[in-house]
């Protein structure tokens, strides 16, 4: 067969006739209309800033910030400068955002499944927990919690619901460990380890489909994830105490401590994201064909093995797109921890902008870390989603 | 054709003698539903303990304790029942303050008017018969009503700044005309992001994704702040239609997005005929697909404007007295300061009302969608 002939082109006339020269025009109307409101706002913002004596550029960033910061993961003093003082925000945000994530993911999955439970009692309530946090906005339940937080009583009357966990108006404390340098170590270790018995475990599943003989993979799994880390720790003296909290005077010693603002907004934003991811996993659930649990059920399978093994893998298809807007919307939403002084990204860029002024950078510093961060859970879900999809010949 | 009633059958059995379980239908509808299993009756009866108590404490808290008449601008009795009981007479204190914000005291109704005039136009909107093109002439209609209630300015009317303005109807506000003008920027950056014209489809791509990439509360911080920036000297515009324009802003985004699901879902051969008919774009457009695509996405239309409805709330932060932030300074009077749970669990009913019925709407309309 001779290769086929692209019809050619039709030529471009420069007449209202012609669809390609109608949408230049267009196009160049659009364009020039973006560019010159853009550039009249620009236009007047330098004016504006030159007015108020306030140089645009970043060299604010190296300053001496000057702002308290009472909740960090990473040494902070108030001496230090704005950069600094931006990537504890940062920091603050993710550690709402991925732990959030990570819990209503949990919670929300448990509620979607009650939603379908047979038993009559257990779905309704967890109906009710759905409807009732979804239609209430999300700014209003953190200022409940955080009143309701600030309502416990002082440390020295702290609820103690399990030994050693105290829930007070200083937040929650917990027994914890202390960790230096060595345990990061050896969770380093772990973490690798994780990595190499993730490949063992692709090529072992990899051989099996070649000649059909199961190889369990499970004893590699504790040798690399457990027993390794182990003996690194034996081995370089890694002391694992738990530190139990104390009361001392008016205030909590030792173990690990949630503050009152953290907790009313991770609280806020897995509850309120659960309800979301509940009715997900709810109707990707009920997507999959009632044929295939009839069929799983017709072998003899259990109940709990078919929803594992048969109905989430299908469902998940149907599950991860919504999911990832609901991860987006968490990471978004833990912005309102500015309405508690909890002091995340967007917090401490508004005290910036009110202490030097820096409106612009300071804006375009929240924005830049909110898009970097959509961009990464859009490209891990998206990844994740290739993995999972329905591979048909 | 054989059916069913041509096969012989065997004759049915006697009635078993019904005894324990099945003697009532409610406790067979109990043994199916709640005892089906040991499972499933072992997590009947924890739930059923921790419901209970769940129960009794609230209705100890909420009824028998609770407080809810007081002599006006005192709360000794609230105060004393602290910790035990709820203070319900924090509402009627405070209800005016919550739903009305600063509104002058002596025209009130005009707020209160305006709620009204918003319920019927979302239940005009929501009746098929109005889907027409005339339902704009309506919106127009009811938000010039609105305004002209909320301003005054005319006889018998006397002007109300903003400023004054609070509440509910700032909240209503806020949302609705969101979505009144951010509906027609949607309609138009759903269109141009599907258009064959690369530098207006990248424009719009641009747009959705920058809006939709950032938090609700940084474009409200943009425009508290950067907005006056960005004007020349001397123009201002007030805080609530700036915080307004973010919000339109915001929702032209979120309905671009929705309005494309929309022309998705019309099928090709709508366009191609429409092209064969020598439709321009415009007239193609007008009067064949997006009457055909908005009527596929009222069910997640709906969906959107809750979710704004709800995301109003975020104007707290810069400031803008909306119903929660209404509420939330209600509280700051030093006599009704320690009963805030009280006020929150009244505007949350609030919320949840609205925001309950817009999500049976939506739901009804789904399943009239899946039924047909």
Redesign the interface.
């Known amino acids: 067969m001779t290769p086929q002939k692209r019809p050619p082109r039709p030529k471009m006339t420069f007449s209202l006739q012609n669809d390609q020269f109608k ?1 230049l025009l ?2 160049i109307l ?2 020039g209309i ?1 560019v010159v409101v853009i550039g009249w ?2 236009s ?2 330098i ?3 030159s ?1 108020r004596r306030i140089s645009t550029g970043f060299a604010f960033l190296g300053r001496e910030a000057g702002m308290p910061i009472t909740d960090t993961w990473i040494a902070y003093s108030p001496k230090d400068t704005y950069l600094r003082a931006f990537i504890v925000g940062i920091v603050n945000t993710l550690r709402v955002a991925v732990i959030g994530i990570v819990l209503a993911t949990i919670v929300g999955t448990m509620i979607g499944i009650a939603r379908l ?6 779905s309704r ?1 967890a109906a009710i927990y759905v ?2 946090l ?8 953190l ?2 919690w955080y ?2 937080m600030q ?1 416990l009583p002082p440390a020295r009357g702290a609820w103690k619901p399990i030994e050693g966990f105290f829930l007070s108006n200083r937040g929650l404390v917990m027994p914890g460990i202390p960790l230096d340098s060595g345990h990061w170590g050896v969770i380093g270790v772990a973490a690798l380890g994780c990595a190499a018995f993730y490949l063992l475990r692709r090529h072992l599943i990899a051989r099996q489909m070649q000649d059909g003989r199961p190889r369990p993979n499970w004893p590699y799994g504790i040798l690399l994830i457990i027993v390794l880390p182990a003996l690194v720790s034996w081995l370089s003296d890694v002391p694992w105490t738990i530190s139990m909290p104390e009361l001392h005077g008016f205030n909590f010693a030792g173990g690990w401590t949630l503050a009152p603002e953290y907790f009313a907004l991770l609280i806020a934003v897995v509850t309120y994201t659960s309800a979301f991811i509940a009715e997900i996993v709810r109707s990707g659930i009920q997507a999959v064909h009632k044929g295939q649990w009839d069929a799983a059920l017709a072998l003899g399978l259990k109940r709990s093995f078919v929803l594992q093994k048969i109905v989430l893998p299908q469902a998940l298809r149907v599950i991860i797109p919504p999911l990832t807007s609901q991860y987006l919307n968490l990471t ?2 833990s ?2 921890a ?2 508690i002084g909890y002091q995340d990204i ?1 917090s401490i860029a ?1 005290t910036t ?1 009110n202490q030097t002024g820096q ?2 950078e300071a ?1 375009a510093l ?2 830049a870390v ?2 970097t961060i ?2 990464s859970i859009s490209l891990f879900m998206n990844w994740f989603n290739a993995r999972i999809a329905l591979t048909e010949r | 054709m054989a059916t069913l009633t041509d096969v012989p059958q065997a004759p049915r059995p006697a009635a078993r003698h019904r005894t324990g379980w099945d003697a009532h239908p409610a406790l067979r509808w109990m043994r199916a ?2 005892f ?1 299993s040991i499972g ?1 009756t072992i ?2 009866l924890i ?2 303990a921790l ?1 209970a108590k769940a129960l009794i404490g609230l209705v100890q808290w909420g009824l028998v304790n609770a407080v809810w008449t007081e002599p006006a601008n005192d709360s000794a009795a609230c105060r004393a029942a602290r910790g035990i009981g709820a203070c319900w007479a924090v509402i009627p204190e405070k209800y005016r303050f919550i739903l009305f914000g600063t509104y002058p005291y002596d025209q009130q109704w005009r707020p209160a008017a305006a709620i009204l005039v918003f319920i019927a136009l979302f239940f005009v909107s929501s009746r098929r018969s109005f889907w027409r093109r005339e339902l704009v002439l309506i919106w127009a209609g009811a938000l010039s009503l609105i305004g002209l209630l909320m301003w005054g300015g005319i006889p018998g009317l006397p002007y109300v700044a903003q400023e004054r303005w609070g509440g509910l109807p700032v909240t209503l506000i806020l949302a609705t005309f969101g979505l009144a003008f951010g509906f027609p920027i949607g309609i138009l950056v759903a269109l141009g992001r599907r258009s ?5 489809r990248s ?1 719009c791509v641009l747009y959705v994704e ?1 809006i939709r ?6 474009l409200l ?2 425009a508290s ?2 907005f ?6 001397g123009f201002n515009i007030d805080k609530l239609l700036r915080a307004q324009i973010a919000i339109i802003m915001f929702a032209g985004a979120y309905l671009a997005e929705v309005v494309r699901g929309g022309l998705q879902a019309v099928p090709r051969g709508q366009q191609e005929a429409a092209d064969a008919l020598g439709l321009t774009y415009w007239q193609k457009n007008r009067l064949i697909v997006l009457p055909q695509a908005i009527r596929h996405v009222i069910p997640p239309l709906v969906n959107t404007f ?1 979710a704004f409805f ?2 109003t ?2 104007v ?2 810069i400031g803008i007295f909306d119903l ?1 932030t209404a509420a ?1 300074t209600a509280i700051i009077d030093p006599a009704w300061q320690a009963f ?2 009280e006020v ?1 669990v009244f ?2 009913v609030i ?2 009302a609205f ?2 019925a817009m ?1 049976r709407y939506s739901r009804s309309l789904e399943q009239a969608q899946t039924a047909k």
Not at chain 1, 117 to 122: P, R
């Open positions: 949408g267009w196009q659009v364009v973006a706002l620009w007047n913002a004016h504006n800033l007015v439970s047979a038993n009559w009692l257990l309530l409807e009732t979804r239609d209430i906005p999300l700014l209003l339940q200022l409940f009143v309701l309502g978004k939403n912005s309102l500015v309405a967007v508004n902008l409106a612009i804006i929240i924005m909110f898009l959509s961009l | 539903n709640l089906s499933s997590t009947t739930l059923i419901l064959k014209l690369p530098a207006i424009l920058l990439g950032v938090p609700l509360i940084s911080f943009m702040v950067m006056p920036l960005f004007m020349p000297d809750i709800k995301d709330s975020l707290l932060i929660l939330k805030s749970v929150y505007v949350a919320y949840f925001c309950y999500s």
